[in-house]
């Protein structure tokens, strides 16, 4: 086995292999490095473990430097991508990271692979290479969301409807009576509608979007390759709910949902949810992620993300939980001090992005 990095020429070699593995996330493809390159200031470095000449195990790693030093940080969202059962594998992936990390003065590799708790294992072969897991007590501050919802795609497009809760098939149906429409077919022009309903949930429900230049950079790389898709509930000629989605191999991801304050009453999220899930079964995807959910099962009034986990849940998607970040600390003294000043670290980050991009939100 050897490891090596994977150059431009190669990308179909890496995104074949991303997309077929169990573990595989559009946010280890080529693409999405380009993305974050492009809008976010970051650096991919994509290192793969090469076994007969075929990938065994892959990092798309993105670098970013720290404000004022020579030090970076080191992340693969949603990554790395291997039989987390070869410790082989894992050693040697893990090993060449930390050389590139002496090259690039990197002080820490930040992890947070798709790999549920139920899996316990994994937790033991990371520790045993180096890594320390990072405490999340509310399970949706990390860089990824821990809990999330799933759909299984497996049955017939009847009895994913008929798995809905009755309430959900009566939504969906009574957008349908009502005269929603649900555009798929949309083009670049519609992105500026899309965000404008974006301005409008983040202003209704209190959090922040990145700048609009960040989805045009989704649109000309994900939505182009085909791995993103826009799509706009319309009523009376007005856009009133859309979502952008991600799919990637056999992967359907809902990613980001925005909605009018105007004809709430005609239930157009329902109707929007199950036209993307119908898309994902016809694109033969097995899975539909409804992405970040509140972490707690028994559900309390003053839980702010209940209601996502109950609007999902309606759907018959199933509550799932990942073993959540891990950090491959390489300098102790830096990563104390990033540990102990990370928020005012990431303010830095954040500001820097918003100068340079006109964002106003955004993770690591």
């Not at 090596?4 to 995104?15: C, D, T």
């Not at 470095?45 to 970013?64: M, P, Q, T, Y």
């Not at 105007?262 to 157009?268: E, L």
Request: glycine content about 8%.
């Amino acid at each position: 086995m050897q490891v090596r990095e994977v150059l431009e020429s190669e990308r179909e070699l890496w995104n074949g292999f991303v997309a077929k593995s169990p573990t595989g996330d559009l946010l280890q493809s080529f693409e999405w490095g380009e993305l974050k390159r492009r809008s976010g200031g970051w650096r991919p470095i994509r290192l793969a473990v090469e076994d007969g000449g075929g990938i065994v195990g892959a990092a798309s790693i993105l670098k970013r430097r720290l404000p004022r030093s020579n030090k970076c940080i080191f992340y693969a969202p949603r990554g790395p991508v291997c039989d987390f059962a070869d410790r082989q594998v894992l050693r040697l992936l893990t090993d060449a990271v930390r050389a590139r990390a002496r090259q690039e003065a990197a002080i820490l590799f930040k992890i947070d692979p798709p790999i549920t708790t139920e899996d316990s294992r994994v937790v033991s072969l990371l520790e045993e290479v180096g890594f320390v897991g990072i405490s999340d007590p509310h399970g949706f501050g990390g860089v990824q969301p821990r809990c999330v919802m799933q759909l299984d795609l497996e049955p017939s497009i009847d009895e994913l409807l008929a798995n809905c809760k009755p309430k959900w098939r009566y939504n969906i149906r009574l957008a349908e009576r009502k005269g929603v429409r649900v555009r798929s077919s949309c083009t670049k022009d519609d992105l500026q509608p899309f965000y404008n309903l974006l301005k409008e949930t983040a202003r209704r429900d209190r959090f922040l979007i990145r700048g609009y230049d960040y989805y045009e950079c989704i649109w000309d790389i994900l939505v182009e390759a085909g791995y993103a898709k826009l799509f706009l509930a319309e009523y009376e000629g007005e856009a009133i709910a859309g979502a952008l989605s991600f799919i990637f191999g056999d992967k359907c991801w809902y990613t980001y949902g925005a909605s009018s304050n105007r004809h709430r009453n005609v239930m157009p999220n329902h109707l929007l949810q199950w036209r993307m899930i119908e898309w994902a079964k016809e694109s033969g995807c097995k899975v539909y992620d409804f992405r970040g959910v509140s972490p707690k099962r028994d559900w309390s009034a003053d839980d702010p993300l209940s209601g996502l986990n109950r609007f999902k849940e309606g759907f018959g998607a199933r509550f799932v939980e990942y073993i959540g970040e891990f950090d491959l600390p390489f300098s102790h003294a830096w990563y104390w001090a990033w540990t102990v000043g990370r928020p005012c670290a990431t303010a830095i980050l954040k500001s820097l992005r918003r100068r340079r991009t006109g964002a106003v939100s955004g993770d690591l």
